[in-house]
């Protein structure tokens, strides 16, 4: 499964190492939802992207839809609470993030969910995390992204008033922070490109009951 992937000129060390995150920066999407974004928080991203894609036990899903079976076109992996993480700066970017954010969120992020977008036809549809408690509470989802660029895209769900569809290229160590309503109010997608793209692989950090 592993996929050697060529460094960023933005990122030509091999120490895998956080840095501060007094960097983040907020905007304000409208209806109670914000997002946080700091770009460049993982130093080393190519080599942690290197580890992940050979280390970690990913599986292939598929859903039904309609009347037929298809593929979910990304490779899965997910550790629950008290399960070690496939990289001790994992750990580490966990309990950074717990930390920081423990007076707003006020409980820490426990779980782990891993994504491996392989090229451009790998996507994830217009969703957002409401199963359990995202539903009907203000919470927090935090993605760490390494490998090539990939756009997160956000709009208003359906019916919602205010704002526009955004779109954010993460990769390369990027931290982005989905807050407040962002779960209920909006969605947000990786959307399938017809670009040359290279493999990109997300780690998305989660309270418990959130999913």
């Not at 899965?76 to 950074?96: D, I, M, N, W």
């Not at 955004?166 to 779960?183: A, K, N």
Request: glycine share 14%; net charge neutral.
């Amino acid at each position: 499964m592993a996929a050697h992937l060529q460094g960023s000129l933005f990122d030509q060390t091999d120490e895998i190492r956080l840095g501060p995150l007094d960097g983040l920066r907020r905007t304000v999407l409208g209806q109670g939802a914000w997002v946080d974004l700091l770009p460049g928080w993982l130093s080393g991203a190519g080599a942690l992207f290197d580890e992940l894609a050979a280390g970690v036990p990913w599986r292939a899903e598929r859903r039904h839809m309609y009347d037929h079976e298809v593929a979910v076109p990304r490779l899965l992996a997910f550790y629950r609470a008290g399960e070690a993480l496939p990289h001790p700066v994992l750990e580490e970017a966990r309990a950074g993030l717990s930390a920081h954010y423990a007076a707003e969120l006020g409980e820490p992020f426990v779980t782990a969910g891993l994504c491996y977008y392989r090229d451009g036809r790998d996507s994830v549809a217009w969703h957002g995390d409401r199963v359990g408690r995202g539903a009907h509470t203000d919470t927090m989802v935090a993605i760490l992204s390494v490998g090539e660029p990939r756009d997160l895209a956000l709009r208003p769900r359906a019916g919602a008033a205010g704002g526009t569809t955004r779109r954010l290229p993460l990769g390369h160590g990027d931290l982005v922070v989905m807050g407040g309503s962002c779960q209920r109010t909006w969605e947000h997608s990786v959307p399938k490109t017809a670009r040359s793209v290279g493999p990109r692989i997300s780690v998305q950090f989660r309270p418990r009951g959130v999913g």
